[in-house]
C-alpha cells in the first residue's frame, strides 16, 4: 500500500484522526468544569494556587511543554509510526482512566501524564507529513491535518452538553476506548518510509548528527530564532482561546441574554469552539491551497501567507476582548480563526524552509515547547486577570510579530535538503 500513489494522502487522513482525538481528549475538559464540579470541589474554583482550575489547566500544558524538545530529538531518530502509535494509545488510556477519578489529585496527576504523552505526537505526525510530502502540496497536507485538530476542538465543546447527557465520568470512558481501538487500526496502516527496515525509500541522505550537534545546528540558525518567537508569541492567544474562550463568552452571554453562568457555558462552550474551529478550517484550507501556489512562483509565498493571517488576528484579539455584543464577539472570533488558519498550517512548511528533514523535529519541538509554556504562562495570567483587557492586550504582541515575520523569515530556498 506504501508504493500507491494515493498513499501519501492516506497518511494524512489517518493521521487527522490521531489529531482529531488529540484535541477532542485535552479541549472536551474545559467546558465540563461545572458538571465536574458537583463531584470534586476543587474544579469549581478559578484559582491558581496549587488547587484550582487555573492550575489544572496548566498542568497539561506545562509537562507538554518541557516533554516537546525531547519528543522532537526522539522523532527526528525513531520509528515515527510507533511513536504516533504509543503516544495515542497511552493518552487514550489516560482518558478511559479519567472516567474513574473522584478526588482532584487524581484528576490533576492523569491531566498531567496526558501532558507527557501528548507531546511525543505533534513533531512526529508533522515531520512525518512534511517528508512524505512535497513542497507543492505541503502546505495543503500539513493543513488538512491540522482540521483534525479543529475538529477534535469542536467535539470537545460539546463535552458540557455531553456530560449532562452521559454524565461526564462516561464521555471519559467512551472517547479513551474510542482512541485505543484507533491506535491498533494505526499499526495495519501507516509506515514510516525512511525507517521501516522493510522500506525501499529512504527520506534522506544525510547522517544523523547527535543530538547535541542537531540542538547546536538548530541554535544557530537565526531564522530558528525568528520561528520560535513568532510561534510562542502566537500560541499565547492560541491557547487563551482554546482554555478561555467559553468563559469569557459566557460572560458576554450571561450579560446580553441575562441567565445564570451555569446555563451560559452550556451555550457558550459549542458556540465558542465551533465557531473558533470552524474558522480555523476555513483558513487552513485556504492558507494551504494559497501558500503552496504562491510558494512555486515566489519562494517568500509561505511567510506572506501566514503573515495576511497575523494581520487578521490582531483586530480580531481587541475586539474579542473588548467587545460587548455577542455579535461582535462572534465575529471577532470567526476572523481569529481564519487568520490562525493561515498561520497554522504553515509553521511546519515554513520551517522546512530553513531547517533540513533530519533536525525538523527536533527544531519543532523546541518550538513547541516555548508555544506551550507561553500558553500555560497566559493561561495561568488570564485567570486573576480580566479576560477581556487580556485578550486585548494578545492583540497588541502579535503586532511585533507579525513585524518580526516580514522583516527576518528570507527563505532561499522551498524545500531546505
Not at 487578521?312 to 476582548?321: H, W
Request: include cysteine.
Amino acid at each position: 500500500m506504501k508504493d500507491k500513489k494515493y498513499y501519501p494522502w492516506l497518511v494524512v487522513v489517518l493521521l487527522s484522526g490521531v489529531a482529531f482525538l488529540n484535541y477532542m481528549d485535552r479541549q472536551m475538559l474545559s467546558t465540563m468544569r461545572y458538571a465536574m464540579s458537583e463531584d470534586i470541589i476543587e474544579v469549581a474554583t478559578s484559582y491558581t494556587g496549587p488547587w484550582g482550575w487555573g492550575a489544572l489547566m496548566a498542568a497539561f500544558m506545562w509537562i507538554y511543554g518541557l516533554m516537546s524538545p525531547v519528543s522532537g530529538a526522539i522523532a527526528d531518530r525513531l520509528n515515527r509510526k510507533w511513536l504516533i502509535v504509543g503516544s495515542l494509545f497511552v493518552w487514550s488510556a489516560v482518558t478511559f482512566l479519567m472516567g474513574y477519578v473522584d478526588t482532584y489529585k487524581e484528576l490533576y496527576a492523569l491531566r498531567a501524564i496526558m501532558g507527557f504523552s501528548e507531546a511525543l505526537y505533534i513533531p512526529a505526525a508533522l515531520s512525518l507529513i512534511a517528508d512524505i510530502h512535497s513542497g507543492k502540496t505541503r502546505s495543503m497536507a500539513i493543513g488538512i491535518h491540522m482540521t483534525g485538530l479543529y475538529l477534535g476542538q469542536i467535539a470537545g465543546g460539546f463535552g458540557s452538553i455531553f456530560s449532562s447527557k452521559l454524565e461526564w465520568q462516561n464521555v471519559f470512558l467512551l472517547c479513551g476506548l474510542i482512541g485505543m481501538v484507533y491506535a491498533i487500526v494505526l499499526i495495519l496502516f501507516i509506515s514510516d518510509p525512511g525507517r521501516d527496515k522493510s522500506s525501499k525509500t529512504v527520506t534522506s541522505s544525510v547522517a544523523q548528527p547527535s543530538v547535541l550537534k542537531s540542538i547546536m545546528l538548530v541554535f544557530s540558525n537565526m531564522a530558528f530564532w525568528a520561528v520560535l518567537f513568532v510561534f510562542t508569541t502566537l500560541s499565547m492567544p492560541g491557547w487563551a482561546t482554546k482554555n478561555w474562550l467559553p468563559e469569557l463568552l459566557a460572560n458576554v452571554i450571561n450579560s446580553n441574554w441575562n441567565i445564570n453562568l451555569s446555563e451560559a457555558m452550556n451555550y457558550a462552550g459549542p458556540i465558542a469552539v465551533i465557531s473558533l474551529a470552524g474558522a480555523s478550517f476555513i483558513g487552513a484550507m485556504i492558507g494551504g491551497k494559497l501558500s503552496d501556489k504562491w510558494v512555486q512562483t515566489n519562494v517568500k509565498g509561505r511567510v506572506y501567507t501566514s503573515c495576511i493571517g497575523l494581520a487578521l488576528i490582531v483586530p480580531s484579539l481587541i475586539f474579542m476582548g473588548l467587545g460587548n455584543s455577542l455579535f461582535a464577539v462572534v465575529v471577532a472570533i470567526l476572523c481569529f480563526g481564519i487568520g490562525y488558519g493561515f498561520f497554522d498550517t504553515n509553521n511546519m512548511p515554513i520551517l522546512c524552509q530553513f531547517i533540513p528533514s533530519n533536525q525538523r523535529a527536533t527544531a519543532y519541538g523546541f518550538i513547541n515547547m516555548a508555544g506551550v509554556l507561553g500558553g500555560a504562562a497566559i493561561t495561568t495570567l488570564l485567570g486573576n486577570l480580566s479576560l477581556g483587557v487580556g485578550f486585548a492586550l494578545l492583540g497588541g504582541v502579535t503586532v511585533l510579530s507579525l513585524f518580526i515575520q516580514i522583516t527576518m523569515l528570507r527563505p532561499k530556498t522551498v524545500n531546505m535538503e
